[in-house]
């Protein structure tokens, strides 16, 4: 099936707005309140025709509510589909491919499914990317290494050309998209972990501490900065470089790393079984924004 949709979505007017919003984790109420505070309608759901939302992935899991967001979603990639961008995440991917890790809670059948035919369709990729001014972002589950980078991508000097890269492994090199680090292996860190799995501390920012960033990136999946515990994360001798080089933003649940060449902005609001409040998406207005889906058809 190939998604019946331009390759390459444009925003070209001044005025238009990109938010990118971090781990739903199941929590239906709090993405309908941010939805609204962006300019949602208040009855319908419907977006304003200035918006457009990129979602990070995990949009299931641990929150009361993961069926009801999955449908959520599928009304806006149905009735909005130029204005919905939904990345996918770890947590979504254990209902595309074989699991990969125990987890107590199970989406229905036909949240799966409609998980399985935005997959197929081409409406859930890996990565996209968004210009503004001088500034471009890669945006991803969990963000690119720089080994994954390097390695797997042959280091694109663009976001966008990154983003079209990793979307056309889908179907075609899943096990680099999918590599998994110390989240599921323990103490085994993979600097090449793949951009559903990278762990920020210990994995994401310690490559990139040492390699000048070719762009900015936009993150959801997991931060250096423990928002529970509130204190940052510490993996190896990176960690205290890496803790002065990063700004938080505590009402809004974002972390900015800032490093050579632009900066890793982590936008997991951290939600677990009850909602980690406050937390906003990451607004973008930029004077051109393209989101770039991936491959259609790939299968699964
Ligand atoms: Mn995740």
């Given at each position: ?139 991803t589950?969990a963000g690119v290494t720089a080994g994954f980078w390097r390695g797997t991508l ?25 590599r998994?680090g ?7 860190r993979a600097r090449s972990a793949g951009p559903?799995w990278a762990a920020t501390?210990a994995e994401l920012l310690p490559g990139w501490?040492?390699t ?5 990136q936009?993150h ?44 890793i ?36």
């Amino acid at each position: 099936m190939t998604p019946d949709r331009p390759d390459t979505v444009r925003a070209e007017r001044p005025a238009h707005r990109v938010a990118v919003v971090g781990d739903v984790a199941g929590h239906l109420d709090e993405l309908r309140t941010e939805l609204r505070r962006l300019g949602a309608d208040g009855g319908t759901g419907r977006l304003p025709d200035d918006l457009t939302i990129i979602q990070v992935g995990d949009l299931v899991h641990r929150g009361p509510a993961s069926d009801a967001v999955v449908a959520l979603v599928d009304g806006y990639l149905t009735h909005q589909p130029t204005q919905w961008v939904q990345l996918v995440g770890n947590h979504e991917a254990q209902y595309l491919r074989d699991p990969v890790f125990d987890w107590p809670e199970r989406i229905s059948d036909r949240s799966r499914d409609t998980l399985r035919r935005w997959w197929a369709g081409g409406q859930m990729r890996v990565a996209t990317c968004v210009g503004a001014d001088a500034e471009s972002f890669l945006i991803t589950h969990a963000g690119v290494t720089a080994g994954f980078w390097r390695g797997t991508l042959g280091a694109p000097s663009s976001a966008e050309q990154a983003a079209t890269t990793i979307n056309s492994l889908i179907g075609t090199d899943d096990g680099a998209l999918f590599r998994a680090g110390t989240m599921l292996h323990g103490r085994r860190r993979a600097r090449s972990a793949g951009p559903v799995w990278a762990a920020t501390a210990a994995e994401l920012l310690p490559g990139w501490l040492a390699t000048t960033l070719p762009f900015s990136q936009i993150h959801g999946h997991d931060s250096i900065f423990d928002w529970q515990r509130r204190r940052f994360r510490s993996a190896d001798d990176s960690a205290d470089d890496l803790a002065r080089l990063t700004v938080l933003d505590e009402e809004a649940k974002h972390e900015s790393t800032v490093l050579a060449g632009g900066r890793i902005i982590g936008i997991d609001p951290g939600h677990g079984g009850r909602p980690h409040t406050p937390w906003r998406a990451w607004e973008i207005r930029p004077r051109r924004a393209q989101a770039v889906p991936g491959v259609g058809g790939s299968g699964i």
